[in-house]
Nanobody, 121 residues
Framework: QVHLVESGGGLVQTGDSLTLSCAAS????????MGWYRQAPGKQRDLVAT???????NYAASVKGRFTISRDNAKQMVWLQMNNVTPDDAAVYYC???????????????WGQGTQVTISA
């Protein structure tokens, strides 16, 4: 199995900054894509940012210019630097990985348990 553990969520004020971290563990052959999705109450889970293992990043339009994703392939970790947050950024943030395990011959999607980000006005 691939385990993803997030940390760094919490309560911040509008305009503040926050950094989320995610560490992957398990019998991992390779993590192709790693990143973040978020889900607000009553809404679907949406892409925030992802990064391919070659460093190519993809951002949701709503966070481009405010959030920065970074990744350490050797450590199997990904971070999300969130700047100038607004109440619209409040959600449960989920770490995501598109990875292949040594014992399996195919890639699969893996998710963390989520970390809550709350924004006060």
């Amino acid at each position: 199995q691939v385990h993803l553990v997030e940390s760094g969520g919490g309560l911040v004020q509008t305009g503040d900054s926050l950094t989320l971290s995610c560490a992957a563990s398990g019998n991992i052959f390779r993590i192709y894509v790693m990143g973040w999705y978020r889900q607000a109450p009553g809404k679907q889970r949406d892409l925030v940012a992802t990064m391919v293992d070659d460093g190519t990043a993809n951002y949701a339009a709503s966070v481009k210019g405010r959030f920065t994703i970074s990744r350490d392939n050797a450590k199997q970790m990904v971070w999300l630097q969130m700047n100038n947050v607004t109440p619209d950024d409040a959600a449960v943030y989920y770490c995501y990985a598109d990875a292949k395990r040594y014992e399996l011959g195919y890639r699969d999607d893996y998710w963390g348990q989520g970390t809550q980000v709350t924004i006060s006005a």
